[in-house]
């Protein structure tokens, strides 16, 4: 069959029904030839072609017919993207790809970067340096080699920039391609993960700095670690960083009576973090175990006054984190009952509150007393 005869045949229309692509009401697409944010692929029934008005698109100032729509969507030759059009004409057209949800590429991906853990020293070194042990954690790698060599995958690739595994480096490669520079390259993985248990974002933290540039979220932080509390919770506890979580939820034998969740630093109790614990049925007990030290201090009061407006039933408490000390440093320098006892000595934090309070009421009517007399 020869071209003429295709372009006779095949519609544009058929092609784009083929890929799952949905012209809006304006006959224009989100562009799937460039990162298009607004829709700047013009569709011309008429004509059977397309033309993207966006300068940043390889396929900018040309118009499409059904071949080079084929072509660049398959990224094929000319000659595979006629032999397509005929078997899109006989209805021989293999399913094409659909792209992969942003679940689905993260879920890939962490599968990758956990199995990367066993053939990883510095990332076993790593692990075993902050005791938390990879066989009972969902803990990945990132070596920052998923895209490079015998890997190399056109698909990849253009998942990972997607949701920001891979950004553009600005520099091409000896061989004139553009580059790309790995996002959380040499960092320890963890899945943040949807009310839905699906992996929703990933937090890096870096084996090799220690200083300010530590951790790392993906673009659009989404999703809790180690999970959605489990609706029967009762009693939550509150760590300041994922690796403080990790360290607890390894910790096999507390997970029938504790569920633990990791805020992200300080100030991270997020809108996320609040829904999820107001849609506990069972909560009984919100448990901060906070870094010991001021800026920890300080958390704790902010974030039980917010947990206090909006469960004011809620009961709230904090461990007694030896000064200078973090939930995974005290699981580096000693047994890890340590944890359990001092989860075990928890204070509440708004009955020490009012004790303060009527010792206060009473210094202050004894010196009124005493004043009057
Ligand atoms: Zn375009």
Known sequence: MDIPSIKAQLTLADVLHYYGLKPDKNLRLHCPFHDDKTPSLQVYY???????????????????????????MDKSSKHEAILKAQSLLTGTAPKPLLPLTKAAILTKMFTYFKNAVHNSAPAKAYLESRK???????????????????RKDEALIKSCLEVGLLLPSGANTRSGEPG?????????????KDAQHQISGLYFRSTIND?????????????????????ETEILILTESIIDAASLHQQGEMSGTYAVLALYGTNGMTQEHLSAIESLPRLKEAVFFLNGDEPGREA??????????????????????????????????????????????????????????NFQLKTLLISRLLSNR
């Open 300 to 357: 704790v009061k902010k974030h039980s006054h917010t947990l206090q407006g909006v469960l004011p039933q809620l009961a709230l408490s904090q461990i007694p984190t030896p000064e200078g000390e973090d939930v995974n440093s005290l699981l580096q320098g000693h047994q890890a009952a340590v944890l359990l006892h001092l989860i075990e000595k928890k204070q509440l934090l708004f009955q020490l509150n009012l004790q303060l309070k």
């Open 46 to 72: 008429k004509t059977h072609t397309a033309y993207c008005f966006s300068s940043n698109c390889p396929t900018h100032g040309k118009s499409l017919d059904v071949i080079d729509f084929i072509m660049h």
């Open 211 to 231: 200083s300010d540039q530590r951790h790392f979220y993906l673009k659009d932080r989404k999703g809790l670690y180690p999970s959605y509390p489990e609706p």
């Open 180 to 192: 790309y520079k790995p996002f959380g390259k040499n960092g320890i993985v963890f899945p943040l």
């Open 132 to 150: 938390l042990d990879y066989a009972k954690l969902d803990v990945g790698y990132n070596s920052g080699q998923f895209h490079h060599g015998t």
